[in-house]
């Protein structure tokens, strides 16, 4: 790894420290060989300051178990029917699975609990099916969570619960794991699979707005496993939980690689635009000045102080990639002849390391928008270098200096860059 990778990896350090992640593990994951260290990348999260929850699931011990004992299940993922003889196989293997799993931890130096933080409720008669000994989480204990994670301990839910009247009741982890995000506002739910998910063609999905998760879950082909997740993640979204990520278990460093990269290895629900445009702040103007710095050095861009930025804030755009300012542009309006109101596209820039991906396109489109709803009728931009991008990527023509309004006008002889000036003539927005 070199130091541009840990550089990369370090900028994601603070907006995560002391933000809660829950981490849900199917308890397929928790026989793979690579699992131990899967434990020890939860432990660089814990070492990192991030709060973690690990929730987990147990259809594959229940099915051995139930194998086992030679016993028949009603089901075994904790949302179908749970009848006596399906809730003791459960209940023998989720303990046993408990165990495991803080004696694993523990051996890691991290400090476990098992709480017994969620209050349920039996699940009820559901299209004329009794669930019998299936429940659904009634209320989750925020304060148990919050005082351990305060105090460095990783709660660790089974998905079982017990109810007022002393009833033991199976629970769905994919439920359990987004109920509590939702309770805690995590920052993220990582659900560690027992495989990635994939479009037709075997290409990863690597994001997933809301909407098409919730399609995707209706598919009737889908694997039930994976269909739960989407449709427990799209909820999670849409109830504030920012960002869901589904991983691959069978893959090495699989958490670190999702959580520290901006591209990913697994799928990632998100509610929002991941790829947003937005107002620039003033807690933005050190990062865009150093994504400035290298094309000030290389004159493609005139300098700019602080100061400058901070006068004209309400100018400036940033492109957001989950979090990170990665290119920015500024819009700068005029009026020429007294009456007629134009704008200049300033300042765009993408980050070296994220150019062609249509981010310079997206953020001239977006300019032109804002100049459009500011009554501006046409832009200009002044570029020494990128004038055939905006020539041939965004149908800008070069035009005389004498078009640009008066005051830029002598501010652009005065700067001696030279720049060639580029036009476009603003249409209204389709309806
Ligand atoms: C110009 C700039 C914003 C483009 O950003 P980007 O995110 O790479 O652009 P996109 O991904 O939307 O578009 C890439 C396309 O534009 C082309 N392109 C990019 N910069 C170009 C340039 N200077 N001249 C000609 N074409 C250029 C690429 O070759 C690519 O073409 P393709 O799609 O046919 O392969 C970026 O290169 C940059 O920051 N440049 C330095 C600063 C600068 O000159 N800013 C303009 C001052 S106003």
């Not at 949302?79 to 809730?87: N, P």
């Not at 460093?253 to 290895?265: D, K, M, Y």
């Not at 070296?352 to 009728?377: D, I």
Request: charged residues 25%; proline residues 4%.
């Amino acid at each position: 790894m070199n130091f541009e990778d840990l550089r990369g990896i370090l900028q994601y350090v603070p907006q995560f420290r002391e933000r809660i992640f829950v981490i849900a593990l199917d308890g397929a994951v928790m026989r793979l060989p690579n699992f131990p260290s899967l434990l020890q990348d939860i432990a660089v999260l814990q070492s990192l300051s991030i709060q973690v929850v690990i929730v987990f699931g147990a259809r594959q011990q229940i099915r051995e178990l139930a194998a086992a004992r030679g016993v028949t299940l009603s089901n075994d993922n904790g949302m179908g029917r749970t009848d006596q003889v399906t809730l003791d196989v459960s209940a023998d293997a989720i303990t046993r699975l408990t165990s495991e799993l803080v004696a694993d931890l523990t051996a890691l130096e991290l400090r476990v609990a098992v709480p017994n933080a969620l209050a349920v409720h039996p699940a009820g008669v559901i299209e004329g099916v009794d669930l019998d000994h299936t429940g659904r989480i009634e209320r989750v204990d925020d304060k148990a969570l919050l005082a351990m994670l305060k105090e460095g301990i990783i709660p660790v839910l089974p998905p079982l619960g017990y109810d007022g009247r002393g009833n033991t009741l199976r629970l769905n982890s994919d439920e359990v794991a987004v109920d509590v995000a939702m309770e805690l506002e995590a920052a993220k739910v990582i659900f560690v699979a027992e495989r990635g998910l994939f479009d037709a063609q075997e290409m990863r999905i690597a994001q997933l707005a809301v909407g098409d998760a919730r399609e995707m879950a209706k598919q009737k082909d889908a694997d039930p496993s994976i269909t739960s997740k989407l449709r427990y993640g799209a909820m999670a979204c849409t109830e504030g939980v920012p960002r869901v990520h589904i991983v691959d278990g069978n893959q090495d460093e699989v958490l670190l690689a999702e959580v520290f990269s901006n591209e990913g290895v697994g799928t990632m629900i998100h509610a929002d635009d991941y790829q947003q445009v937005r107002n620039a702040r003033t807690s933005d103007i050190p990062a865009l000045l150093s994504i400035m710095r290298q094309s000030v050095e290389d004159a493609a861009l005139a300098p700019r102080t602080r100061e400058q930025m901070q006068k004209r804030i309400g100018d400036f755009f940033v492109l957001e990639l989950d979090g990170n300012a990665v290119g920015t542009v500024a819009v700068h309006t005029y009026v020429v002849d007294g009456k007629t109101k134009v704008a200049e596209l300033a300042c765009l820039l993408v980050r070296r390391a994220h150019k062609n991906q249509g981010h310079g396109r997206k953020l001239v489109a977006y300019a032109e928008e804002m100049a459009r709803q500011r009554g501006c009728e046409w832009v200009f931009a002044l570029s020494t270098q990128a004038f055939r991008f905006f020539e041939e990527k965004m149908g800008y023509e070069e035009a005389n200096p004498d078009v640009l309004p008066e005051s830029r006008r002598e501010r652009y002889d005065q700067s001696g860059r030279n720049s060639r000036v580029l036009v476009k003539k603003l249409l209204p927005t389709k309806p």
